[in-house]
């Protein structure tokens, strides 16, 4: 048994099953990323797209519209109640993957504090894409294979699927990665070949930047200081502080850099959750001197709250 992808943008007109036919998700080439966004139902194809991407580290880019709508509501509620609208409002809305939860967020503060600058940022925004005859490479910037794409066959590099349903697509991931994949990066390490750079942000969330100069995309790393002009009043973390994504130490790192980026008595929100509209297990945490105090509780709240209160600010 084997299992095709999706690998051409005319295969995404409805006509061809997202589904293989043992009922898996088919994986659609992060390659159409860009072909796609000006389709009526690009935001579904995008999350279809990010559904099976995983950056270099197998984290995957899953999200939603909508996905935060009543907690979104309640701390736009809670921010009313604690700043001043006249007032500047900086908002760093980190690991938003394609921007659309940032937009979401973005559109509900906007009228209420219209001095609002709101910093989007997701870790690795962009991949390059090399072609060479049928086949097509998908790299990370740091040279990292993501993708192998020989029609009609497309591999996630980071995750295979099971040898036991396919076992022809685990040989031929084999084939492909020892004899055109890792030729082909040879080629690119050497400067020899053409490359085409994709960025992972949603059309609605390009044009939110090109209309408001209020609202700014970019590439965080939340493992590294954040990069504001200013410190924040509020810094939104949905959906990555995850056991899964970062050790104990890193949380430490990722805690601490969320406190140097906001100002005296501002605003940590995190949670997680599933599909659009589903309950949000999270937080508002106050800065403090020391570290963080929760305000708020969504749901069961964070997973890892731990390791926001027990973090403590450096003496000075
Ligand atoms: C499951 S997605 C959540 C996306 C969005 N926040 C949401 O809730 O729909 C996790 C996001 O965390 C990002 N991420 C993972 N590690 C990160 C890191 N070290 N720095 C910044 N973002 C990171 C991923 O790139 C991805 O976009």
């Known amino acids: ?49 990010l559904d099976c991407f995983s950056d270099e580290r197998g984290v995957y880019k899953r999200t939603y519209a909508n996905r935060f709508e009543a907690f979104d509501a309640h701390l736009l509620q809670m921010m009313e109640g604690q700043f001043d609208p006249a007032s500047p409002m900086v908002v760093a809305d980190v690991s938003v993957s394609d921007g659309r939860t940032a937009c979401d967020l973005f559109e509900r503060l906007a009228p209420r504090f219209p001095r609002i600058a709101h910093y989007a940022s997701d870790f690795s925004p962009h991949v390059l894409v090399l072609k060479e005859g049928r086949f097509t490479l998908t790299l990370s910037r740091k040279n ?14 980071m995750k295979p699927e099971t040898p036991h349903f396919y076992p022809l697509n685990f040989v031929l991931r084999k084939f492909m990665r020892r004899f055109l994949a890792e030729p082909l ?5 050497a400067g020899q070949a053409q490359t085409r750079e994709i960025q992972l ?103 890892l709250e731990t390791h926001v209160l027990s973090w403590q600010a450096p003496a000075k």
Request: no cysteine; charged share 20%.
């Open 185 to 189: 990066l040879r080629k690119h390490l």
């Open 1 to 49: 048994m084997f299992k095709t992808g999706i690998h051409h943008i005319s295969q995404l007109d409805g006509s061809v099953s997202l589904k293989s036919l043992l009922g898996k998700d088919r994986v659609v080439s992060v390659t159409l990323y860009d072909q796609i966004l000006d389709f009526p139902n690009a935001d579904f194809l995008a999350e279809r797209i």
């Open 201 to 303: 942000f949603s059309m609605r969330a390009l044009n939110l930047v090109r209309k408001d100069a209020r609202f700014h995309l970019g590439e965080q790393n939340i493992l590294e200081p954040l990069m504001l002009p200013e410190p924040a009043h509020l810094v939104r973390s949905m959906n990555v502080l995850n056991p899964t994504y970062f050790t104990p130490a890193d949380l430490a790192r990722v805690v601490g850099n969320f406190h140097r980026a906001l100002r005296p008595g501002g605003w940590l929100v995190a949670g997680s959750n599933e599909d659009a509209g589903s309950v949000v297990h999270g937080a508002v945490y106050r800065k403090t001197e020391a570290g963080f105090e929760r305000i708020w509780q969504s749901g069961q709240g964070l997973e």
């Open 144 to 157: 990292r294979i993501l993708e192998m794409m020989w029609p009609p066959f497309v591999f996630s590099a």
